[in-house]
């Protein structure tokens, strides 16, 4: 397959290292990667030829107009998670910036890393997302209400992952994964209540493959270019249920924790609660109408099901080790 020239944001993040290490390994295309703190990438990026590292912060992206033009494709995985106005100015004002500079003539596709959060269960952008969303929740809001405004509109395929999971000794751990862990010790109390909730979740490997595989193989002009990643839907009690059958954990009764009940003991403990996450709480189901997974390309999924998730993350290793 010929060689692409492709630009990379956000290497040192979760996604960005397993999106990177997918690209070295697996491809051979030459890759110019942005990092502010190359150190940060734990990624042998001098495994093969064709890997460029530009030390450089995103806000200083007009130092790179001319390399931008000479790109097949753009890889933007880079966002700020800081104070309200770092986040708007790196994730609003300079991502645009960006996809500015790229000549729609010669970059073939645009692959931009949103977030599930900002869209409803209709797969529509989700209102309160932009009034009462974290900074980082309504600087991709505001993004992607620019996107279709741009030059390069037409060869941008904006990715919402749902449910981040991912990391290892080599790679930062998504702020999901590092909590798994916690639900050994959680479990004893989680398994008497019952909630009425869902969510999908994705691992960063499964985005890499997906990413990889867009990267040769672009949409066609009638093809989605909205693609929101995750497995299928999983209830909060499938979740529980799953865990405590891995765990050896009997579940003798269930007690429906209600709105009502989640609202007492807020109430009790004092539980300060910002206005994203109370709606978050009555929301409730997270899910969409179409997900996506490398199983939809034909590509094996390497985390498919919550058992898988317990298995990757480590859940009952020293039990089961004993």
């Not at 193989?217 to 009690?237: I, K, R, S």
């Amino acid at each position: 397959m010929t060689s692409k020239r492709i630009f990379v944001t956000g290497a040192s993040g979760c996604i960005g290292h397993y999106v990177v290490e997918a690209l070295i390994q697996e491809t051979n295309h030459e890759l110019y990667l942005l990092l502010r703190n190359p150190e940060k990438l734990k990624v042998d990026y001098r495994a093969r030829p064709g890997i460029t590292v530009l030390q450089a912060d995103l806000r200083e992206i007009e130092r790179f107009s001319s390399l931008l033009k000479t790109m097949d494709s753009a890889v933007l995985i880079a966002t700020a998670w800081g104070g309200p106005q770092e986040v708007y100015d790196i994730n609003v004002v300079k991502m645009l910036q960006l996809m500015n500079l790229l000549d729609p003539e010669k970059c073939e596709q645009v692959i931009y890393f949103s977030t599930a959060s900002i869209l409803d269960r209709q797969n529509q952008l989700l209102r309160e997302a932009g009034e009462i969303g974290t900074d980082y929740i309504r600087s991709k809001y505001l993004c992607y209400q620019q996107l279709s405004k741009l030059a390069i509109a037409p060869r941008i395929t904006t990715l919402f992952p749902t449910l981040l999971l991912g990391g290892d000794t080599n790679k930062p751990y998504s702020h999901i994964s590092s909590g798994i862990p916690q639900v050994e010790g959680w479990l004893w109390l989680l398994r008497f209540l019952r909630a009425d909730a869902s969510f999908h979740f994705i691992h960063g490997k499964d985005i890499a493959q997906i990413v990889r595989h867009l990267i040769d193989h672009p949409p066609a002009e009638d093809d989605p270019h909205e693609l929101v990643l995750g497995n299928q839907m999983v209830t909060v009690n499938q979740a529980i249920e799953e865990s405590c059958a891995y765990l050896n954990k009997r579940i003798y009764f269930r007690i429906p924790l209600t709105l009502k009940l989640a609202n007492l003991i807020i109430r009790l403990f004092r539980i300060r609660m910002a206005a994203w996450d109370r709606f978050s709480m009555n929301y409730r189901h997270f899910t969409h109408q179409r997900v996506i997974s490398p199983e939809d390309f034909g590509l094996p999924t390497y985390c498919a099901t919550f058992t898988d998730v317990l298995k990757i993350s480590g859940v009952g290793r020293r039990r089961k080790g004993r």
